[in-house]
């Protein structure tokens, strides 16, 4: 988990702490993390990008028993059929995930996260609405906190004018941690199927993944802030997305 205070902003501000934390699955936290997490990063919201199939394998996680927490379920992924555990998990680098437009996108993993846009805006405006009218600060998750928290983030981070090489930097910062959130999501249910023969590399966060992504929005609609536009965000909930970021 990290929070993406000190960010630069293109007009000389930064990303303020406390305001937008992002994280891989939160089963695993302390006592000790979750009073860090509110009473000194003052976290009053969390945004749960997995599927109801992950939520139902892994439990309720301890965030759940905090009541000054509201917690938000907006899967990037359809819900809308029976399907079993292993398909839902649908990891960009699973066999049975197909590329949304894998002919225009030839990196199929930002494929996979334009496919997002396509399958689930409705998800992926509702997630960029919490952060931006959550009292306090909001925690973006996913499981392994690369793809779908990865998406989210970058494309917040592009509403609030961070530049591209500083969304990309963070983008690519979750390699660090990649090999250490593997193992952990290993040990718990219904991930060791899905992961335990992938190599460590189809982790890692490459640069150029997020480029495409952003470029393929911006040329599409001119921006991130052009692309919500599209889905219905007025100007005032853009605004009030950059003053919750940088103030």
Same mark, same amino acid.
């Given at each position: 988990?990290?929070?993406?205070?000190? #960010?630069?902003?293109?007009?000389?501000?930064?990303?303020?702490?406390?305001? *937008?934390?992002?994280?891989?699955?939160?089963?695993?936290?302390?006592?000790?993390?979750?009073?860090?997490?509110?009473?000194?990063?003052?976290?009053?919201?969390?945004?749960?990008?997995?599927?109801?199939?992950?939520?139902?394998?892994?439990?309720?996680?301890?965030?759940?028993?905090?009541?000054?927490?509201?917690?938000?379920?907006?899967?990037?992924?359809?819900?809308?059929?029976?399907? $079993?555990?292993?398909? %839902?998990?649908?990891?960009?680098?699973?066999?049975?995930?197909?590329?949304?437009?894998?002919?225009?996108?030839?990196? =199929?993993?930002?494929?996979?996260?334009?496919?997002?846009?396509?399958?689930?805006?409705?998800?992926?405006?509702? =997630?960029?609405?919490?952060?931006? &009218?959550?009292?306090?600060?909001?925690?973006?998750?996913?499981?392994?906190?690369? $793809?779908? &928290?990865? &998406? +989210?983030?970058?494309?917040?981070?592009?509403?609030?004018?961070?530049?591209?090489?500083?969304?990309? =930097?963070?983008?690519? %910062?979750?390699?660090?941690?990649?090999?250490?959130?593997?193992?952990?999501?290993?040990?718990?249910?219904?991930? =060791?199927?899905?992961?335990?023969?992938?190599? +460590?590399?189809?982790?890692?966060?490459?640069?150029?993944? +997020?480029?495409?992504?952003?470029?393929?929005? $911006?040329?599409?609609?001119?921006?991130?802030?052009?692309?919500?536009?599209?889905?219905?965000?007025?100007? *005032?909930? #853009?605004?009030? *997305?950059?003053?919750?970021?940088?103030?």
């Amino acid at each position: 988990m990290r929070d993406l205070a000190g #960010l630069p902003t293109t007009d000389g501000r930064t990303v303020q702490p406390h305001r *937008l934390l992002r994280s891989d699955n939160l089963q695993d936290l302390t006592p000790h993390d979750i009073q860090v997490l509110v009473q000194d990063h003052e976290v009053t919201d969390i945004v749960d990008l997995r599927t109801d199939v992950e939520l139902r394998i892994t439990g309720p996680g301890p965030l759940r028993q905090v009541e000054s927490i509201t917690h938000h379920h907006h899967s990037l992924f359809p819900d809308d059929k029976e399907i $079993d555990a292993r398909d %839902a998990l649908v990891l960009p680098w699973h066999k049975s995930a197909e590329p949304v437009e894998p002919a225009r996108h030839e990196d =199929a993993q930002a494929g996979h996260y334009l496919g997002y846009l396509v399958r689930r805006p409705d998800s992926v405006a509702a =997630a960029l609405d919490v952060i931006a &009218t959550s009292a306090g600060a909001t925690v973006v998750h996913c499981a392994a906190g690369k $793809d779908r &928290t990865g &998406t +989210i983030s970058a494309m917040a981070l592009s509403v609030a004018g961070v530049p591209r090489e500083e969304i990309v =930097a963070d983008y690519v %910062a979750s390699t660090e941690r990649a090999e250490r959130i593997v193992r952990r999501l290993i040990g718990l249910p219904g991930y =060791a199927d899905t992961l335990r023969d992938v190599p +460590i590399t189809a982790h890692h966060s490459r640069p150029e993944t +997020i480029t495409r992504v952003l470029d393929a929005i $911006d040329a599409d609609y001119g921006s991130v802030a052009g692309w919500l536009r599209s889905v219905g965000w007025t100007d *005032l909930q #853009l605004d009030r *997305l950059r003053a919750k970021l940088v103030d």
